[in-house]
């Protein structure tokens, strides 16, 4: 952050009074600008979990997004934007630019999905039964397992069939009468490691080879007549949190290449879920040091955010966000722990900031926009932090 920045950022902080969490539109629309020109074959469907504020969806809505919803709930505060358009243009969108990416849906979930005839994903046979029974008419997306060796946060014990049982569930589709438009995976969140996308996508090619030598018909009939097959091929885009992590220009490279080598045709959309990348740089915390002790010789900072609030990415993600501070002074290794009264609200035992701040004296804490807020809870009485708009 330039000083300029901080000194808008405090300025406001204190405006607002703290915990806040500022928002830029801004980096938003660079980040999906960037995704979009460095991949530009492939659709981008913002996955809503990693930071469902209504402001990001509607900026990510303006540029022509399309949507990963995990949730009814999710889905409605996308639908809270197209709420206006004609009937038929709403469908269209729907259709073109939704994706149900939670294989588990329960019963009256399905029943209401079923009216939008929206795109799901599946991953095993109850589920599939439970389609035929409640929402025969939306369209399938076959999750598969991939490797998610090196990932951040790793999502394969939960979801996705084995690549070896994908044919035979796609067969179990056909014979239920049902649709499979496309094949879809996720290597875990905040991916550092690229060969995951590549063994994800040569299990998807063969799956694609083998369901058309026993010749099951994947795909759907797109606007202008044409049979195509979905490629999803999910998140996990990686945020430089770290000089360490590798850049998402090098992974869009082995992408493009890798897609074009294993899927030739022109028969194939290739759509991609990226969640974490659109937003995690555009979110900037700002917090009160409310409470100062030395312990065993350590400073120790007292925070009005924490562990239970826009910290929870530490729990929930395995992220960290270190704090820093608009003062200067001599660096030393202080903890800093949030407002509850549980231990287990302790930010960072070894935060890196000035040992002689004072109370009411604030804090930032940078790339903090991604399964932070969104995992926030009002534990012990103290209420998420409010949520400021930079550049709307
Ligand atoms: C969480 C999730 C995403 C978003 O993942 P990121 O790593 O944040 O890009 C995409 N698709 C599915 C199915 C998810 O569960």
Redesign the pocket.
């Known amino acids: 952050m330039t000083e300029k920045q901080k000194e808008i950022l405090e300025k406001s902080a204190k405006e607002h009074g703290t915990p806040v969490f500022f928002i830029d539109h801004e980096k938003i629309r660079e980040n999906y600008r960037e995704f979009r020109e460095k991949l530009p074959d492939v659709q981008a469907y913002f996955?809503v979990?990693?930071n469902s504020n209504p402001e990001i969806i509607k900026t990510m809505y303006d540029m022509g997004a399309s949507f990963?919803v995990?949730s009814f709930p999710e889905f409605m505060l996308v639908h809270d934007n197209i709420k206006h358009l004609p009937e038929k243009e709403r469908q269209d969108f729907i259709w073109d630019k939704i994706i149900y990416?939670n294989t588990i849906k329960p019963a009256e979930v399905l029943a209401k999905l079923n009216e939008y005839k929206i795109l799901v994903t599946f991953d095993n046979i109850e589920e599939l039964r439970k389609i035929k029974k409640h929402a025969p008419d939306v369209g399938l997306v076959l999750r598969i397992r991939v490797p998610n060796t090196g990932s951040m946060v790793e999502?394969s014990s939960k979801f996705g069939a084995h690549p070896g049982e994908a044919v035979d569930l796609i067969s179990e589709a056909v014979n239920l009468g049902l649709g499979v438009e496309g094949i879809s995976f996720?290597v875990g969140?905040?991916c550092n490691n690229f060969d995951n996308y590549s063994q994800a996508l040569n299990f998807a090619s063969s799956i694609f080879k083998e369901a058309e030598l026993r010749n099951y018909q994947i795909g759907f009939i797109d606007k202008e007549g044409k049979k195509r097959k979905i490629l999803d091929i999910?998140?996990?885009?990686p945020v430089k949190y770290t000089p360490d992590v590798k850049s998402f220009s090098a992974l869009s490279v082995k992408l493009n290449s890798e897609i074009k080598r294993l899927f030739p045709k022109e028969d194939v959309q290739v759509i991609a879920?990226?969640?974490?990348?659109m937003v995690a740089t555009a979110c900037t915390l700002i917090t009160k040091i409310i409470g100062k002790a030395v312990r065993d010789g350590k400073t120790c900072y007292y925070l009005d955010d924490g562990v239970y609030h826009t910290f929870s990415g530490q729990v929930f993600d395995h992220q960290h966000y270190p704090l820093h501070s608009f003062k200067g002074g001599e660096i030393k290794i202080c903890a800093t722990f949030g407002p509850t009264c549980d231990a287990f609200d302790t930010i960072s035992l070894a935060d890196e900031l000035p040992e002689d701040l004072q109370i009411d004296d604030l804090l930032y804490a940078e790339n903090i926009g991604?399964y932070t807020v969104a995992s926030t809870t009002y534990f012990n009485g103290f209420p998420p932090p409010k949520v400021v708009h930079l550049n709307k």
């Open positions: 996955a979990k990693a990963d995990a990416a999502l996720h969140s905040q999910g998140g996990g885009f879920e990226p969640g974490r990348f991604a």
